[in-house]
């Protein structure tokens, strides 16, 4: 029995995202403006069933598969949204799920931290896969559960308003997303993750 943990559709990946993604990913890379598909199951070595059918039966292009023990995850993107959207219903039917079998997102941690110090900043652009950020901006920072939602909220907040893609998380027990910018812009970015974090429908998030 496989469990859906996050399933969620990005329609236009956004330019930073889609550089994020290209400095982690070990498939075929993703770029701005393609459709993108993100799983998230368990347990995780049935991501490699997962796979298989989505490569199978539709043209979709695969950005990167891992297998934890616990959790296993999958991207696919393509420029045809209607391919991204038949390789997901390809999914479900094999698996006998719906995407609203899905978890609910929930948000862990919220925090923004204005005029951030130098030495600081300088801490978070060592870990950092994304952009920079500098002595006097604004940094927020997400926590959510499950960790796939971090991909989502990272898309919807580029979308918004003009803040820096730092770090993303998508993978493993919670996921984390860093942004950075100013405070006007960061606060707007927040507003629309989290609006639409809130929209995602699913199975009620106790865990």
């Known amino acids: 029995m496989v469990e ?5 559709y990005l329609d236009v990946l956004q330019p930073q995202l889609a550089s994020f ?5 070990q498939g075929y890379l993703p770029v701005e403006e393609q459709a993108s598909l993100y799983i998230e199951i368990a347990p995780g070595i049935a991501i490699n069933r997962v796979t298989d059918i989505a490569c199978k039966q539709t043209t979709v292009e695969p950005g990167m598969q891992i297998v934890e023990r616990a959790f296993g995850v999958l ?6 949204q209607g391919q991204i959207r038949q ?3 390809a999914i479900c039917n094999a698996l006998e799920i719906l995407p609203e079998d899905r978890l609910k997102p ?3 941690s919220d925090q923004v931290i204005t005029g951030i110090e130098p030495y600081q900043a300088m801490l978070i652009n060592r870990m950092r896969h994304g952009n920079m ?8 920072i997400l926590e959510t559960h499950p960790a796939g939602y971090a991909i989502f ?3 919807e ?3 918004a308003a003009n803040i820096n893609l730092l770090e993303m998380r998508a993978v493993g027990a919670f996921g984390r997303l860093y942004l950075g910018g100013s405070e006007a812009d960061i606060l707007e970015a927040r507003k629309a993750l989290i609006a639409a974090l809130e929209s995602v429908t699913g199975r009620e998030n106790r865990e």
């Open 4 to 8: 859906l943990r996050t399933f969620v």
């Open 21 to 25: 993604l290209a400095t982690v990913s």
């Open 75 to 80: 991207e696919i993107h393509s420029y045809d």
């Open 87 to 89: 390789a997901g219903e």
């Open 106 to 108: 929930r948000i862990v």
């Open 133 to 140: 950020i500098l002595k006097g901006q604004t940094l927020y």
């Open 153 to 155: 909220a990272a898309n």
């Open 157 to 159: 907040a580029e979308k």
